[in-house]
């Protein structure tokens, strides 16, 4: 019963970093209708941006701003130089460009910075609480999870509460319509990208600290993860997201304490094709829009 709990916790400790990131997925998808393949190496680049600052002043506060910061602007940046260009082709060009991207960063990350191992220190202490004699969550884990739920909160009132986020949405779902009723649908994207970018170097920052570490491809595995976190709980839900952060958080704890390390990745994709083939909208779907 010890190993039980000690995976759950385990498991909610790294579902709360999937969570995270997973937000992000689902931010863009729901402001452009597309899945930015590009979202871990974008989250890569703008750790670099804030753990620069965080050396050079000491204050991890301050690097977090600087990161957030730096992935608004790249959010922009590629909505406005790339996806803008890529997207009347139809969103299969958008995801080349994205994958392309990947390819781009990771090796201009490379060239400046190698592809050493960089530690990267946590705000908090990442050592578990126990309780009862069970190692628990940490209070570095602790942040994590609230930094989690306070970007749903957040995006549950952007999106359904402002102007701005309906505009948004108008603008991914039906961005013709949204023209003639004045809606500034290029504006909208671009404010999405931002915020998918910005919301990701948050992700970025949580995650890093975890022990992968700062180098260029530390976001491919939790991409995976992430990507199937979010398609279990429905990209268009940022709640989905954190409840199918939590949940591909523990059953890849589980599975990798009681089977073995070797069978995690054939968890996720097990994972990933029960879901789509049951529920193909996620756990978390929003009913379909009626056509008339």
């Known amino acids: 019963m010890e190993r039980f709990w000690f995976l759950t916790f385990d498991g909610l400790a790294s579902g709360a970093v999937y969570a995270a990131f997973a ?69 299969l060009n958008q995801v080349i460009v994205a994958l392309g991207l990947v390819l781009v960063i990771q090796a201009v990350l490379g060239m400046f910075f190698g592809n050493d191992y960089r530690p990267a220190p946590a705000p908090f202490d990442t050592d578990a609480l126990t309780i009862g004699g069970v190692a628990a969550l940490s209070p570095y884990d602790l942040w994590v999870l609230g930094s989690a739920l306070t970007v749903v909160a957040l995006l549950a009132l952007l999106f359904t509460r402002t102007p701005v986020g309906l505009r948004m949405r108008a603008a991914a779902f039906a961005p013709e319509v949204s023209r003639l009723l004045g809606v500034s649908v290029g504006r909208m994207l671009t404010l999405g990208w931002a915020l998918a970018a910005g919301v990701g170097a948050l992700a970025g920052m949580l995650v890093v600290p975890t022990g992968l570490g700062l180098h260029s491809h530390a976001m491919d595995l939790v991409f995976v993860v992430a990507f199937t976190a979010a398609v279990v709980g429905g990209l268009d839900s940022p709640v989905g997201a954190v409840v199918g952060g939590l949940l591909v958080g523990l059953i890849l704890s589980y599975v990798t304490g009681y089977l073995g390390p070797d069978t995690t990745p054939l968890a996720v994709l097990v994972l990933l094709l029960a879901v789509l083939l049951v529920r193909p909208g996620g756990l978390f779907s929003a009913a379909r829009a009626r056509h008339v």
């Open 23 to 91: 937000l992000a997925l689902v931010l863009i998808w729901r402001a452009a209708r597309v899945v930015n393949f590009a979202q871990g190496a974008m989250a890569v680049a703008t750790a670099y941006v804030g753990y620069a600052v965080v050396s050079a002043t000491g204050s991890y506060w301050l690097g977090l701003a600087a990161a957030i910061l730096s992935g608004l602007a790249l959010g922009a940046l590629v909505e406005r130089v790339l996806m803008r260009f890529a997207g009347p082709g139809g969103p």
